[in-house]
């Protein structure tokens, strides 16, 4: 599961100091302020509480396939991102592409993380080189790619992996960062940047009141200027108390603002493949049941009057703005 840590860890409040000067020398685009909340610009009252439950790590293993599609088609998962680079990422991409009224982004992937099960990147080697650890498989951590690797690589690697959902029939609706590579640095984060405005999608971004605690408000106001189109809240600090899966969630959902929030999961199914990858495939199977098969959860959702959306009028809402 990806680890919970400081959204600008590793000396990024200063670093993130120079994100705004790095944004503004890409981006041209014409002004479009963000005064109203999202809601509300979907076309929603102010009032309204609306919420995407995005699926991580998808195409990981089969396991977490089976989980989103399980939550998408009977529960309540709205949308889900695809690591690409992974084995089983061909058959959530051929699922995509035959239902193309499901919500599918890019979990953008330059790490392979555990022990045994590993994946190379989707870009040819000899163009990403510093990627690849010894073994050629992606770096298992960030500080270890931001180490060997530059944002340039990282771009090449990221353009690839949209590029391959695309070129697989997947309808992409927006892009995040698998363990936060292309977030935890400002030149990488104009990376991340430059990928959502080449492409043009939305990007999974940290809630002011995060960006406001790291001493950048300004951040979210300056990127929405160029018509990026990111949630209200995200569900993020609040990790730093999650211990059982069901209490965590039923709080969030109980304590979720008007306007867009996203939370994001790991949901798999409890295979026996699963529990050889991760250590934490109890917690990834009880969020899948959390989220596709519990009743109360289902209830709370409907009492609280919560509306479930997917990224996909994100992406519409962006494009319209941007007219590409």
Same mark, same amino acid.
């Given at each position: ?7 600008? *860890? ?6 993130? *100091? ?8 890409? /981006? ?6 963000? =005064?109203?909340? @999202?809601?509300?610009? /979907?076309?929603?009252?102010?009032? $309204? ?6 699926? $991580? +790590? ?28 992974? #084995? ?5 991409? +051929?699922?995509?592409? %035959?239902?193309?009224?499901? +919500?599918?982004?890019?979990? !953008? ?21 510093? !990627?690849?650890? #010894? ?13 060997? %690797? ?25 892009? $995040? *960062? ?7 640095? #400002? ?36 990127? =929405? ?21 069901? #209490? ?36 990834? =199977? ?9 009743? $109360?959860?289902?209830? @709370? ?24």
């Amino acid at each position: 599961m990806q680890t919970k840590k400081n959204f600008l *860890s590793g000396g990024m409040p200063l670093l993130f *100091s120079l994100v705004i000067v790095l944004v503004n020398s890409l /981006l041209l685009s014409p002004v479009f302020g963000q =005064s109203q909340l @999202l809601s509300v610009r /979907l076309g929603y009252k102010p009032t $309204d509480k609306l919420l995407i439950v995005n699926c $991580d +790590d998808v195409g990981m293993c089969n396991a977490a396939n089976n989980a989103v599609i399980d939550g998408m088609e009977n529960g309540l998962i709205t949308s889900g991102t695809i690591m690409t680079p992974c #084995p089983w990422a061909g058959a959530i991409e +051929d699922y995509a592409k %035959s239902h193309p009224e499901k +919500d599918f982004g890019v979990h !953008l992937t330059h790490t392979a993380e555990w022990r045994f099960y590993r994946w190379g990147p989707v870009a040819p080697k000899d163009r990403v080189k510093g !990627l690849c650890d #010894p073994e050629g498989f992606l770096w298992r951590s960030v500080e270890e790619v931001y180490a060997h %690797s530059n944002p340039a690589e990282a771009l090449t690697e990221g353009r690839a992996q949209i590029k391959k959902a695309l070129a697989a029939g997947v309808l992409v609706t927006h892009i $995040d *960062s698998h363990m936060g590579t292309m977030q935890y640095s #400002p030149e990488y984060f104009k990376a991340y940047v430059q990928l959502a405005m080449e492409f043009n999608l939305p990007l999974r971004m940290p809630s002011q009141s995060t960006m406001e605690k790291f001493k950048q408000p300004e951040l979210r106001s300056e990127l =929405s200027k160029q018509g990026i189109v990111f949630t209200d809240h995200f569900v993020y600090e609040e990790l730093d108390n999650y211990k059982e899966v069901k #209490p965590f969630w039923t709080s969030i959902i109980k304590n979720l603002k008007p306007g867009v929030t996203e939370l994001f999961i790991h949901a798999s199914k409890l295979t026996d493949e699963l529990k050889a990858i991760t250590g934490t495939a109890e917690k990834r =199977s009880q969020e899948a049941a959390c989220f596709t098969s519990d009743k $109360d959860i289902r209830q @709370l959702i409907q009492d609280q009057g919560v509306i479930l959306i997917g990224y996909r009028p994100l992406m519409e809402l962006q494009r319209k703005l941007r007219k590409l």
